[in-house]
């Protein structure tokens, strides 16, 4: 074993010994029953105004593009075993922790793939308020008192992922960040789940970003068309590594929708026309059926050459 495999043993042990006897009780029967069985299932009221377009729009542009990211990166998977993944922005309001929520319930497949969405923002942490959580002991306490981050997860529905929020921290949060312990808290929850995102704060502005990432098998940096200057982007890049960023998101693209619209609008009427010549095909001599073939597919009248 070597010696980066033997801290992250004394980190965990080190968490498990420093977590309250309550917390323990608690990580201790979920470790030993079902795993994610056991975990609370708390209701989320997913509203238009979250934002979450892949569960309030699942036919929209927005949850589209949601799938073809999701594609993408299901071949990273299979080229590079990712599956810790930290998303991040150059700057503040570039639409982060948007497209972590989005990407988790894309990856989650209602429920088919494990996914953990991780609130690894501990200055400014706005996932649980974007989905109307109340604050409870999350990965601030995980760091910080060596709560079991087991027992500190949540199953949030109708979204079906598991959460674990940024929680309350007293010290310094850098410094959380860049203590050992972080290791063994992500030691404990990644044999556990198909996907880990890491919400984490803009990479220019804090180390915070870069203590994360150290966690992370890959990069997604979000920026935001028309206000996220280049030389922020390609500042984030320097700093999270060439190699460790998997891919740029470019959030907030105008005109799009209207494509799309102009997309959707034409396989609608395509949609209605096909209709339209299978009503023809159930006429009870199937004379009707013949002239429609012989008008749409001209290739299918052997007389036609």
Known sequence: ???????????????????????????????????????????????????????????????????????????????????????????????????????????????????????GDLHHPSLSRQLGLKTRPGLAECLEDGLNPISALRRLEPLSWYFLPAGEAHGNSTELLQSETLSGVMQALSPRFDWILIDSPPVTLLTDALSLKSQADASLLVARAGRTPREAVEQSIGLLGRDHVCGIILNGVEGLDRLY?????????????????????????????????????????????
């Open 1 to 119: 074993m070597s010696l980066y495999d033997n801290r992250l043993q004394e980190a965990a042990e080190l968490g498990a010994a420093l977590a309250p006897a309550s917390a323990r009780g608690d990580s201790e029967r979920i470790q030993n029953g079902l795993g994610l069985e056991q975990i609370p299932v708390e209701e989320v009221c997913v509203q238009p105004g979250s934002r979450v377009a892949f569960h309030t729009d699942p036919h929209g542009p927005g949850a589209d593009r949601f799938r073809f990211l999701r594609l993408r990166l299901r071949e990273l998977s299979n080229a590079r075993k990712v599956k810790r993944l930290l998303v991040t922005s150059p700057l503040p309001q570039d639409g982060k922790s948007t497209v972590a929520l989005n990407l988790a319930t894309a990856l989650a497949e209602r429920g088919n793939r494990t996914v953990l969405l991780l609130e």
């Open 261 to 305: 619209s102009k997309y959707s609008g034409y396989y609608g009427y395509y949609s209605r026309d096909a209709a339209r010549n299978a009503e023809l095909t159930k006429g009870s001599d199937g004379s009707a059926a013949r002239q429609a073939n012989g008008a749409d597919h001209p290739a299918s009248d052997p007389r036609r050459v």
